[in-house]
């Protein structure tokens, strides 16, 4: 009876934990809610590339949670959670605050692995939070820096390669933007653009092996050859050791050293340890969930995205999912308050979206049809931004990206470095356009039939953001 008074507690301020607070705050949750969260800005992952290369500033895609969650019903504790005790209800943090609670939602994500690669942990840069992209920028910078300073040609080479390890979809996309980003940088310096290297290091011949992008491939392939700089691969290469020169890695039973000055490391993640220790049932390090997204053991305690797996649906770890997995968690904890019983998660697959490039990517919808390109590029990112949570936060960084667009600016150098015409700009703008258009007719014509065939790719939220329909 006691524990019915202590307050809902959300381990992790990610997709799945911050969508559950936001939404539980939006449906007049009576009971009080702690998001606990070890940082103290939401990183918006599928777009920490624009972060890097200053196409989005930070209050667009790495917002501080004060600000997100102000006027929210949402208590912020900034800490980090130490362990978690099922059996007591209670969770201890690193500044020895205690939480007790009453109903509990893990959302803990996962980690970077680097598989006891020797000299990663020293040498590699990660690439999985804002704090983490604005690292990579620095240092990049730098590195450009010191290049143009420096006359020996061999240690210019070396400062100006850029080894990306893995060449699953995260390796992809940040080797396609940094092929175009780096030669504008360095031109800029003063230096020669087409002196930059960007080589992928990839374990298997495959790219997107695996990966729900793998269907993407050809277009891939052909978006890293056309890029300013075109990215070059190493396939069949598996990273031994690292060091402040490079890479070493082994290849048909040859060891061989790739020399870089910069060493990205997008190869893989791990499960959170903390989770790893609880007493339930895991696969592969994740948390089994039933399909109302309750442990099987605890069920006043919910996991979702990237910490938890339905085994009888398993769905890919990705923001889309951990995000609808939110809204359901909120939906059931609400279920749970009004003595009705939980409900099943529907999660509904948006088709595929990657950036390959500088204003360059492709939104692959219903599995079906690929659009490439510059258009490619506004349904990804205006896609993302009508994900952003809080409503009049999104609704600012829309107008403001989609004034940016429209006006070209933090544009006009980019074209023109990137050899594109105005003309071509033009064209895609045109194409923009007409893909925006097209669903507003079809909105305007049959708005329930365009609300029930649409609702699942997210199209109908973006369009009421971006233009309401008039009543
Ligand atoms: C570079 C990159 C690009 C991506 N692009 C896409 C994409 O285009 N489309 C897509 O669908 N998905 C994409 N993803 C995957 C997607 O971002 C993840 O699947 C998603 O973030 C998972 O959400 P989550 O809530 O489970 O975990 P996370 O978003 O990782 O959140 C977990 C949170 O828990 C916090 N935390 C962890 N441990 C503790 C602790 N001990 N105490 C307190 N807090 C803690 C972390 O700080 C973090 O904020 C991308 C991922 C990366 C890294």
Same mark, same amino acid.
């Given at each position: 009876m006691q524990q019915a008074c202590h307050p809902t507690v959300i381990l992790g301020g990610g997709f799945a934990g911050l969508f559950t607070a936001l939404h539980l705050s939006q449906q007049n949750y009576s009971h009080p809610i702690i998001l606990i969260e070890q940082r103290d800005r939401f990183s918006f992952k599928p777009l920490l590339y624009e972060l890097l290369s200053g196409e989005l500033h930070s209050e667009q895609v790495y917002p501080r949670y004060k600000e997100l969650l102000a006027g929210s019903k949402v208590s912020f504790v900034q800490n980090t959670v130490r362990s978690i005790d099922l059996y007591r209800r209670r969770v201890n943090t690193a500044s020895g605050q205690i939480f007790d609670y009453s109903n509990l939602v893990l959302a803990l994500g996962s980690k970077t692995a680097y598989f006891n690669t020797a000299g990663a942990a020293e040498y590699a840069m990660p690439f999985t939070s804002g704090e983490q992209a604005i690292a990579l920028r620095k240092h990049l910078r730098h590195r450009l820096h010191e290049a143009i300073q420096t006359s020996n040609p061999e240690r210019r080479r070396l400062l100006l390669t850029v080894a990306i390890i893995g060449a699953g979809p995260a390796g992809i996309e940040l080797a396609c933007t940094l092929a175009d980003l780096l030669p504008i940088w360095y031109d800029e310096l003063g230096g020669d653009g087409s002196e930059i290297r960007i080589v992928l290091v990839n374990r298997s011949r495959e790219i997107l092996k695996g990966d729900v992008n793998s269907h993407l491939r050809c277009t891939v392939q052909r978006a890293m050859k056309n890029r300013v700089i075109p990215v070059d691969c190493l396939f069949d290469a598996a990273v031994t050791k690292m060091t402040s020169n490079g890479v070493e890695y082994q290849?048909?039973?040859?060891?061989?050293?790739?020399?870089?000055?910069?060493?990205?490391?997008?190869?893989?993640?791990?499960?959170?340890?903390?989770?790893?220790?609880?007493?339930?049932?895991?696969?592969?390090?994740?948390?089994?969930?039933?399909? %109302? #997204?309750?442990? @099987?053991?605890?069920? $006043?305690?919910? *996991?979702?995205?990237?910490?938890? &797996?339905?085994?009888?649906?398993?769905?890919?770890?990705?923001?889309?999912?951990?995000?609808?997995?939110?809204?359901?968690?909120?939906?059931?904890?609400?279920?749970?308050?009004?003595?009705?019983?939980?409900?099943?998660?529907?999660?509904?697959?948006?088709? %595929? #979206?990657?950036? @390959?490039?500088?204003? $360059?990517?492709? *939104?692959?919808?219903?599995?079906? &049809?690929?659009?490439?390109?510059?258009?490619?590029?506004?349904?990804?990112?205006?896609?993302?931004?009508?994900?952003?949570?809080n409503s009049a936060h999104n609704r600012k960084v829309t107008t403001e990206w989609l004034t940016d667009e429209l006006f070209q600016r933090h544009r006009a150098v980019t074209y023109m470095q990137l050899g594109q015409t105005p003309w071509l700009s033009g064209a895609a703008t045109t194409a923009a356009a007409l893909i925006l258009t097209t669903p507003l007719i079809w909105r305007a014509a049959q708005p329930t039939q365009f609300q029930q065939n649409l609702s699942w790719t997210g199209v109908p939220t973006l369009l009421d953001r971006l233009v309401p329909p008039s009543r």
């Open positions: 290849q048909q039973d040859q060891t061989q050293m790739l020399q870089a000055g910069t060493i990205a490391w997008t190869a893989g993640t791990a499960p959170n340890p903390l989770l790893m220790e609880l007493p339930v049932t895991h696969n592969r390090g994740r948390l089994v969930v039933t399909p %109302t #997204l309750q442990l @099987l053991e605890f069920p $006043e305690v919910f *996991a979702a995205g990237d910490c938890a &797996i339905n085994g009888d649906n398993p769905q890919p770890p990705t923001a889309q999912v951990a995000y609808q997995q939110g809204i359901a968690i909120a939906q059931n904890l609400q279920r749970m308050r009004e003595n009705q019983p939980t409900i099943p998660v529907q999660i509904q697959l948006r088709g %595929t #979206l990657m950036k @390959l490039g500088l204003n $360059e990517g492709v *939104a692959n919808l219903f599995n079906k &049809i690929q659009i490439k390109g510059q258009p490619g590029h506004l349904i990804r990112e205006g896609t993302y931004l009508q994900l952003l949570p």
